[in-house]
């Protein structure tokens, strides 16, 4: 009788590492988005602009979730977005001044007219046209700091890829857990 429990007991301890595994796989699994040849490429001043770009859409677009979202989830998500991506910003400013580079902020014309369908979306359709922002803003974002990341000269804004990339990975699955529970 005590065998199978001693059996059972280890077989219990040998499993644990692998359900932690399994909890935190999402994060490991999830497909890294490929950067194109011309994200692969950027200077530091392209990287500036496409990353302050990405932060102040995440910004606008998450203060507009915090007054037209009624979901809970949607509006707790935003307004992570938005403490986060204001931190980022200004951690951003500071390595742009770091590495002498002029902070320029000017939306894409895609960021744009997707805020302006946010702006317009029927009240039921909001939160998963605000879901859907999210993912494909926080895809690009993946691309945009691991290219810089992987390939940006040294200095405080690759500093800033490799320390902001693995939080706006997070803030993908998380996106994606909301947008298919």
Same mark, same amino acid.
């Given at each position: 009788m005590?065998? /199978?429990?001693?059996?059972?007991? !280890?077989a219990?301890?040998t499993?644990?590492p692998?359900?932690?595994?399994q909890?935190?796989a999402?994060?490991? #699994?999830l497909?890294? /988005?490929q950067?194109?040849?011309?994200?692969?490429a950027?200077?530091? !001043?392209?990287f500036?602009k496409?990353a302050?770009a990405s932060?102040?859409?995440?910004?606008?677009s998450?203060?507009?979730a915090l007054?037209? @979202?009624q979901?809970? #989830?949607?509006?707790d998500?935003a #307004?992570?977005?938005l403490d986060?991506?204001r931190?980022a910003q200004?951690?951003l400013?500071?390595a742009?001044?770091?590495d002498?580079?002029?902070l320029?902020?000017?939306l @894409?014309?895609e #960021?744009?007219?997707?805020?302006t369908?946010?702006e317009q979306?029927e009240e039921?359709?909001f939160d998963s046209?605000?879901? @859907?922002?999210?993912?494909?803003a926080h895809d690009?974002a993946?691309?945009?700091?691991?290219a810089? !990341?992987?390939?940006?000269? !040294?200095?405080s804004?690759?500093?800033?890829?490799?320390?902001?990339?693995?939080l706006?990975r997070?803030h993908?699955?998380?996106?994606? @857990?909301?947008t298919? /529970?």
């Amino acid at each position: 009788m005590i065998r /199978p429990i001693v059996i059972a007991a !280890a077989a219990g301890l040998t499993l644990t590492p692998i359900a932690v595994a399994q909890q935190t796989a999402p994060i490991q #699994q999830l497909p890294t /988005p490929q950067a194109s040849a011309e994200m692969q490429a950027l200077d530091p !001043a392209g990287f500036v602009k496409l990353a302050v770009a990405s932060n102040d859409f995440e910004i606008l677009s998450s203060e507009l979730a915090l007054r037209r @979202s009624q979901d809970p #989830q949607v509006r707790d998500f935003a #307004q992570t977005m938005l403490d986060d991506h204001r931190r980022a910003q200004e951690q951003l400013q500071s390595a742009a001044e770091a590495d002498s580079v002029a902070l320029v902020l000017e939306l @894409s014309m895609e #960021q744009k007219q997707t805020l302006t369908a946010l702006e317009q979306a029927e009240e039921s359709q909001f939160d998963s046209a605000y879901m @859907s922002a999210q993912m494909k803003a926080h895809d690009e974002a993946i691309r945009l700091l691991g290219a810089y !990341a992987d390939n940006g000269p !040294a200095g405080s804004l690759k500093t800033y890829a490799v320390a902001n990339y693995p939080l706006v990975r997070t803030h993908k699955v998380r996106a994606q @857990s909301l947008t298919n /529970p």
